[in-house]
């Protein structure tokens, strides 16, 4: 088995438009949970949301392009090219033969879709945009990739929903340290704000309510008085490559995908369980050759929602026992929100830039703490000159699936900034 580098980063969340800009924001507990501002937005139980702030894909795209790309399509792009632009030449020297992108999305081209059903069924007009299948496919995003780039592997799409991307980086680390790949982007986007969209989520009952002090803290992970999710857009993409080929051409090494957990609770559709997520911290423990004593921080799902932060509580118990209230936890989500399937690598990035600080991320908005979830969740600031060198970050998922990374921090010989 090769060890795998993650040489390339690009991503654009809630919390900015950029690596360093986003880890900024996380690092100072900013939220780019916001009032929803939109011609709906009246007709939403609780208008929440957090977007991309100043986002125009029309900075990025010429118009032909722009009319064939959904947003999260833009997003993947915009995200790719950042990724690819920081691996420093990493595509000059492959085989684009033997490299492949991977991307997870959970609703894929959301927005063009619930548009051509306004125009069908709200306006009852029989003429929709003529490329509105190819805008709405779920692997638009990564068939865009592949073209951009000429990527010549395999060229895969996975819609796990909230573990989407978590497996999508899983399933590339898979590839490339059996050696059948050499080069993989791989990650996710999700641009899931559209009307429809968020009157099926409301629906469910899992979104939050408004803050009555603060919107922006309306989403509180692991606190008594969470109320639920806030929808989140944007991508984050990463360049794996094989760590040999990525120290002989000097690339700058952001840190190293371990191994990879995947499990199914195969019990519920939406209602988790903790023997599943449980089983996908092990497998990730396992394929990376770590013992639970190994591991020095976890970024939490987190969702805050009430089933879903007391069962990972307690799943956290069942794989560290003794250890688990030692472990710093950190749930972003607060900050950025719920990016679906795009979750998994937006988490994977703020965990690999965690570990490159030696930095705990806060779990923000817990002024209330549940009793139910005892464990160290970094209250509310970040914690500095953490002892970390190895880190899981979790994703689980409406459907059962359970997808867990592990993580380690690139040594310092091998970082270049």
């Given at each position: ?218 989403c509180k992970p692991f606190s008594q008085n969470r109320s639920g999710m806030v929808l989140g857009e944007g991508a984050a993409m990463l360049v794996l490559e094989p760590w040999e080929q990525a120290i002989a051409r000097g690339a700058a090494i952001h840190g190293e995908i371990l191994g990879y957990g995947l499990s199914t609770d195969a019990g519920h559709l939406t209602r988790p369980s ?144």
């Open positions: 088995m090769r060890r795998v580098a993650v040489t390339g980063i690009g991503v654009l969340c809630p919390l900015g438009k950029g690596v360093a800009e986003i880890d900024r924001n996380a690092h100072a507990g900013r939220s780019g949970v916001h009032r929803l501002e939109a011609p709906f937005a009246h007709r939403l139980i609780a208008p929440l949301a957090a977007t991309v702030p100043g986002f125009d894909g029309a900075q990025h795209f010429d118009p032909p392009k722009l009319r064939m790309l959904d947003r999260v399509s833009q997003f993947a792009l915009v995200a790719a090219r950042q990724a690819v632009d920081a691996a420093g030449g990493g595509l000059d020297v492959c085989d684009r033969n033997r490299a492949g992108v991977f991307v997870g999305t959970g609703m894929g081209g959301c927005l063009s879709n619930d548009a051509g059903y306004q125009t069908l069924y709200g306006e009852a007009s029989d003429r929709i945009k003529p490329y509105t299948v190819l805008l709405g496919m779920p692997n638009a995003p990564a068939g865009w990739i592949g073209l951009e780039y000429g990527l010549l592997g395999p060229n895969l799409t996975y819609s796990t929903a909230c573990a989407s991307s978590a497996v999508a980086i899983g399933e590339a680390w898979l590839r490339i340290s059996c050696g059948s790949l050499d080069l993989a982007l791989a990650g996710g986007a999700e641009a899931p704000l559209a009307f429809g969209s968020l009157k099926a989520w409301e629906a469910l009952r899992t979104l939050a309510s408004i803050d009555p002090v603060e919107p922006s803290a309306s903790v023997a599943g997520q449980a089983a996908a911290m092990r497998g990730a423990l396992q394929s990376a050759a770590l013992d639970p004593q190994d591991i020095d921080m976890i970024n939490a799902h987190g969702t805050g929602t009430q089933a879903n932060d007391a069962v990972e509580t307690a799943a956290i118990k069942a794989v560290f026992g003794a250890r688990a209230p030692h472990i710093p936890i950190s749930a972003t989500k607060a900050m950025h929100g719920h990016l679906l399937g795009a979750a998994g690598a937006l988490e994977c990035v703020l965990s690999l830039l965690a570990l490159r600080h030696g930095t705990a991320l806060p779990t923000m908005h817990m002024q209330d703490p549940d009793p139910a979830c005892d464990l160290d969740y970094v209250p509310n600031a970040a914690r500095e000159d953490v002892a970390a060198r190895t880190m899981l970050s979790n994703s689980f998922a409406f459907g059962g699936t359970n997808a867990v990374l592990a993580l380690r921090a690139a040594s310092p010989t091998a970082r270049k900034a």
